[in-house]
T-cell receptor, first 113, second 114 residues
């Protein structure tokens, strides 16, 4: 079955440290891949997306993600975390032509001062 | 915000009561979606629509029905609410361009079923 896995439920990093959030997908073919961020009590905001081409994609707020076909991964990175990055992050994959997304269960990021 | 509004934003109801949530969009997008978000589950697709009067089930559709009588509105109905349907409900639209699809989400509706 198609699935998206985020192995880390909760991560804590210090402000200014680097960040990597993991995402693995299980699909027959390479899906469209997305990262969303959700601040407490808010809706979801699209951080970045991968459709094809360059496997390193840049997003908003200084985030980037790298698609690795051999590892079925699409990990999110940021070189220096800010306190305002504390939120929940969701990886998602597009199932196909109808645009239906399947989401991972999310990773909650806490930032220590 | 892609012009998506949801109403109501908060609702408390009792078990067995019918509930309808509304999603409204202003940009004439063809595809619309309803998700529910629960701790430890991420977002799960309930139903989606690919045009007026055209809808289909998602992975957690039991206990829910939808209707889309005009492009801008997508309604989610709980015919007889149960406590297991206490959740945050998000509506989304699909924006399509050359070689890409992007979903944009509404602000959510927090539903509590007592």
């Amino acid at each position: 079955a198609q699935s998206v896995t985020q192995p880390d439920i909760h991560i804590t990093v210090s402000e200014g440290a680097s960040l990597e959030l993991r995402c693995n997908y299980s699909y027959g073919a390479t899906p469209y891949l997305f990262w969303y961020v959700q601040s407490p009590g808010q809706g979801l905001q699209l951080l970045l997306k991968y459709f094809s081409g360059d496997t390193l994609v840049q997003g908003i707020k200084g985030f980037e993600a790298e698609f690795k076909r051999s590892q079925s991964s699409f990990n999110l990175r940021k070189p220096s975390v800010h306190w305002s990055d504390a939120a929940e992050y969701f990886c998602a994959a597009d199932r196909g032509s109808q645009g239906n997304l399947i989401f991972g269960k999310g990773t909650k990021l806490s930032v220590k001062p | 915000d892609a012009g998506i509004t949801q109403s109501p934003r908060h609702k408390v109801t009792e078990t067995g009561t019918p509930v309808t949530l509304r999603c409204h969009q202003t940009e004439n997008h063809r595809y619309m979606y309803w998700y529910r978000q629960d701790p430890g589950h991420g977002l799960r697709l309930i139903h989606y629509s690919y045009g007026v009067k055209d809808t289909d089930k998602g992975e957690v559709s039991d206990g829910y029905s939808v209707s889309r009588s005009k492009t801008e509105d997508f309604l989610l109905t709980l015919e007889s609410a149960t406590s297991s349907q206490t959740s945050v409900y998000f509506c989304a639209i699909l924006s399509r361009g050359a070689g890409y699809n992007e979903q944009f989400f509404g602000p959510g509706t927090r539903l509590t079923v007592l």
